[in-house]
């Protein structure tokens, strides 16, 4: 039926049209109108129903091929979705198993850590040519101590507390000239001194100096604080080794690290009052 209607809908169309013009001629020289009306709406009454059985049609197709594009995109939409899906998938797959291999290069046990904080609002930050130190609204009423890490909310290090009144504290900034702490590189365990380096602080960069000679560091490689003399607590994020170096000497190797917080845009910060870390 559908074929029938595609091959010869237009010649219907062009007959009940001819028919419709003939009537009407006869019905204007015509004095009998209801007869002639009668005759024209019996005569013509199948050819509107044809009309408008192959206008449907027609606007039935056009409604279907607009469902067919949109559903056609909606189904590429997913695919392209699904596929990214299954591709963050793996990306997580193979970041677990690597930091497993990690973990089992570094033969590094699960940890019990428990830290104590006290959140502190950045109500000041000074940096010169040889200090960058940020002033926190919180002190000794809050139980803050010098010695303490502030870090950010995911553990990365920003520096330690070096100064405290009642409600206010300074925290010395990793970039600091004064700034030193233990420091690992978390691939390979090769342990150094993280340190503020005065030609480096202004372009916002610490060093990892005292590497053992068979050091073998990598740029991009994590460097987290090693926690030796339990002090500290270990594995706070410092950053990724950018550069490695030789000294002067050309006889050891220092690596220049980017820190991994933003020191520039830190509103808040956390200081870790207390910590506890059980094999």
């Known amino acids: ?129 040889w200090s960058a130190v940020l002033t926190l609204g919180v002190g000794a009423d809050q139980e803050v101590e010098i010695g303490d890490c502030v870090v950010t909310e995911t553990h990365q290090l920003v520096g330690v507390i070096t100064d405290v009144g009642s409600n206010w504290s300074s925290c010395t900034t990793l970039i600091d000239t004064d700034f030193s702490i233990g420091a690992a590189i978390f691939r390979t365990g090769d342990a150094g001194l993280a340190q503020g380096d005065f030609n480096q602080m202004q372009e916002g960069l610490l060093h990892l100096n005292y590497l053992d000679a068979d050091a073998a560091p990598q740029v991009g490689d994590l460097v987290v604080t090693s926690g030796v003399g339990g002090y500290y607590p270990d594995q706070l994020v410092i950053g990724r080794v950018q550069e490695v170096m030789t000294d002067d000497d050309g006889l050891a190797q220092y690596a220049v690290l980017a820190p991994a917080a933003d020191l520039d845009a830190l509103q808040q910060v956390f200081i870790i009052t207390d910590f506890t870390i059980v094999e």
């Open 1 to 129: 039926m559908k074929r029938f209607f595609t091959r010869h809908g237009i010649i219907i169309l062009s007959a009940a049209a001819a028919v419709a013009v003939i009537l009407a001629l006869v019905s204007f020289f015509s004095s009998n109108t209801d007869l002639l009306t009668n005759i024209v709406n019996t005569v013509s009454s199948p050819f509107r129903s044809a009309a408008s059985s192959v206008s449907g049609w027609f606007e039935g197709q056009l409604r279907y091929r607009e469902e067919f594009d949109a559903l056609k995109e909606e189904n590429q939409a997913l695919r392209e979705q699904i596929a990214q899906m299954e591709e963050d998938l793996r990306q997580a797959q193979e970041d677990s198993q690597e930091n497993e291999r990690l973990r089992q290069l570094l033969n590094l046990q699960e940890q019990e850590r428990s830290f104590t904080y006290r959140i502190a609002k950045v109500t000041q930050q000074d940096s010169s040519n």
